[in-house]
Nanobody, 122 residues
Framework: QVQLVESGGGLVEPGGSLRLSCTTSGFAFGNFALAWFPQAPGKEREGVASVDNIGIIRYADSVKGRFTISKDDFENAVHLQMDSPKPDDTATYYC?????????????????WGQGTQVTVS
């Protein structure tokens, strides 16, 4: 059974920092790309950071220089370090996993999804 479980969300002040984590199970973690997709109310779910199985990392322009994605192959987990968040970053953040994905932030490329964790920047 595939599971992705996000944690670490909460309330953070603008300019602060927050670290999201996503623990996974039920699939071959080393063969999958992992990504984070925030979704604000009334808006599309759009990728902001991804790391594929050979370590290629991609960021959306909106978060470059502020967010850092990393993965732990031992723990089968992926993290998103959010530094200097802005109120516009407020959203539910979903973790996703996709096979045969290289450097993609496209929602359609990802197969498995977590339930999301709420991040509020205020």
């Amino acid at each position: 059974q595939v599971q992705l479980v996000e944690s670490g969300g909460g309330l953070v002040e603008p300019g602060g920092s927050l670290r999201l984590s996503c623990t996974t199970s039920g699939f071959a973690f080393g063969n999958f790309a992992l990504a984070w997709f925030p979704q604000a109310p009334g808006k599309e779910r759009e990728g902001v950071a991804s790391v594929d199985n050979i370590g290629i990392i991609r960021y959306a322009d909106s978060v470059k220089g502020r967010f850092t994605i990393s993965k732990d192959d031992f723990e089968n987990a992926v993290h998103l370090q959010m530094d200097s968040p802005k109120p516009d970053d407020t959203a539910t953040y979903y973790c996703a996993a996709g096979s045969w994905v290289v450097g993609s932030l496209r929602r359609a490329d990802y197969d498995y999804w977590g339930q999301g964790t709420q991040v509020t920047v205020s």
